[in-house]
């Protein structure tokens, strides 16, 4: 690799994953070998937008800093859902400025499709690549030529916009899509499924119906690899909720079985395409996201209704539905801790990928992760307008319909085949033996919880020590 730079900066953007520092691990070890400095960029974008750049040398002397662990989850540097508002021209400028005066050549954002909207004005004046991470991967496309089928209505009254996306490929080949799973999303599947797991038998013991929401946004990745942990039942914010086909399928399995485990995405719709645990459609988060409240809480109300007290009573299982019904959501354990083997390995690949971009000058490039049958994974890149519609939006990869079987709520042959790809070594022993070795460490219950924020804030530097 030429070394076309000397010093480069990079970040982490967005809601958090268990993978961010093993991608900064897999950029910083990468430019140790070539021989350029790389400056950890404080709190995402949030910190471009501070006038004194906190900032730390992850390599001095061309060595990582000991506090950067891929196994450790989170990131060093931490992160924000700040993000660069491409209509702020000064603001743009202000930015570029501070990365030219802090010596900074290129940048490397780490983030997903919010990540890619906050980089891209930057890039028009500064090199960047982006290296992939969401738990919910949704960042990447089915096949390439998906974003041309996404259609826009004019602005209603309130002057929203709505996009509708036409029905597009009937059946899809593993090979096509684009960016097959970002670092992070094994991880959320480990913690989903052990959830699901544990869920199980205090349900299948007390005769109840468990609602398990997991997260994802309008994706239902998570809850389609939910299925390790054989919940009876899938719900896919991708399809909206037929409830007399769910109210059914439940009466029939719990039935048979005393009791009933179904597992929900949190954007999962009603039939008109509202989400069933919006809060309502207009209160959203900085990167325009709906806040969800919860899908499960909705549907465990209509299920409460339509099965109704006589439902339990009459085999003696439960006094009343509210009694029998509960919901649990999996939460922030998804995007939490030490991110298993798949997550580690493939993650410090696409941020030494990012790196190799950035050097070879491919400006505005996203870092790839490909599948096929014959050769397993490997490293490709992206030019990131290909992930945009005609109208520049980003929209989060769906799953798609022929991974999951709508009548029997669980992944199809297709969909298994997907996922059998990804999670069949997903964990390694390692993964394994630090439960084991560290879980009941003695040692725990008597030294506190050390901090990596606290060393960190040891090696963070300022641009303008007057502005700090
Ligand atoms: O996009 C990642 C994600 O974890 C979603 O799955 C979830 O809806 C959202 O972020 C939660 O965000 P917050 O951490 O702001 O509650």
Not at 442 to 448: C, E, F, I, K
């Amino acid at each position: 690799m030429r070394k076309t730079m000397n010093r480069i900066g990079i970040l982490t953007a967005g809601g958090d994953t268990p993978a961010l520092n093993a991608t900064l691990y897999g950029a910083v070890e990468r430019a140790n070998q070539c021989e350029v400095e790389v400056f950890g960029l404080i709190k995402g974008f949030d910190g471009l937008l501070n006038p004194s750049v906190p900032h730390v040398l992850l390599n001095p002397l061309y060595q990582t800093i000991p506090e950067l662990d891929p196994c450790l989850g989170g990131s060093i540097i931490g992160s924000s859902r700040t993000y660069i508002d491409p209509h702020k021209p000064a603001e743009i400028k202000a930015v570029t400025e501070r990365l030219k005066r802090l010596g900074i050549e290129g940048l490397i954002c780490i983030g997903g499709d919010g990540t890619i909207s906050g980089m891209q004005p930057v890039s028009e004046f500064f090199p960047c690549t982006l290296a992939p991470k969401t738990i919910d991967n949704d960042l990447g496309l089915n096949y390439i030529d998906e974003p041309s089928e996404w259609q826009r209505d004019d602005s209603d009254s309130s002057g929203k916009l709505t996009y509708r996306r036409a029905a597009g490929h009937d059946e899809l080949a593993l090979e096509e899509i684009i960016n097959y799973a970002t670092p992070g999303y094994a991880t959320a599947v480990f913690v989903v499924v052990q959830a699901v797991e544990r869920i199980r038998t205090t349900a299948e013991t007390h005769r109840r119906i468990a609602i398990i929401e997991v997260m994802g946004r309008e994706s239902g990745y998570i809850a389609l690899g939910s299925a390790y942990g054989q919940p009876d039942l899938v719900l896919l914010p991708e399809v909206p909720l037929n409830i007399d086909r769910v109210e059914q399928r439940v009466r029939e399995i719990y039935d048979h079985q005393k009791h009933a485990v179904v597992v929900i995405g949190e954007g999962v719709t009603d039939e008109t395409g509202l989400p069933l645990g919006a809060v309502d459609s207009h209160s959203k988060d900085p990167a325009g996201n709906i806040l969800f409240s919860g899908a499960a809480e909705a549907l465990e109300s209509l299920l409460l209704k339509r099965l109704g007290d006589s439902f339990f009573q009459r085999k003696r299982r439960h006094e009343s539905a509210k009694a029998a019904i509960f919901t649990r959501k999996v939460g922030h354990t998804q995007r939490g801790g030490r991110p298993i083997q798949f997550d580690r390995f493939y993650a410090s690949q696409l941020g030494g990928k990012a790196f190799d971009l950035l050097l070879a000058e491919q400006n505005d490039t996203v870092a790839t992760l490909q599948w096929s049958r014959e050769q397993g994974f490997r490293l490709d890149a992206l030019a990131a307008n290909k992930l945009k519609d005609q109208w520049g939006m980003i929209h989060p990869r769906f799953v798609h319909r022929s991974f999951y079987d709508a009548l029997k709520f669980q992944p199809s042959k297709l969909g298994v085949e997907y996922l059998r790809s990804i999670f069949t070594h997903a964990i390694g022993q390692d993964d394994v033996e630090v439960i084991r070795a560290k879980l009941f460490s003695p040692g725990n219950l008597v030294t506190r919880y050390q901090s990596v924020n606290v060393d960190i804030q040891k090696r963070i530097r300022y641009l303008d020590k007057s502005a700090s």
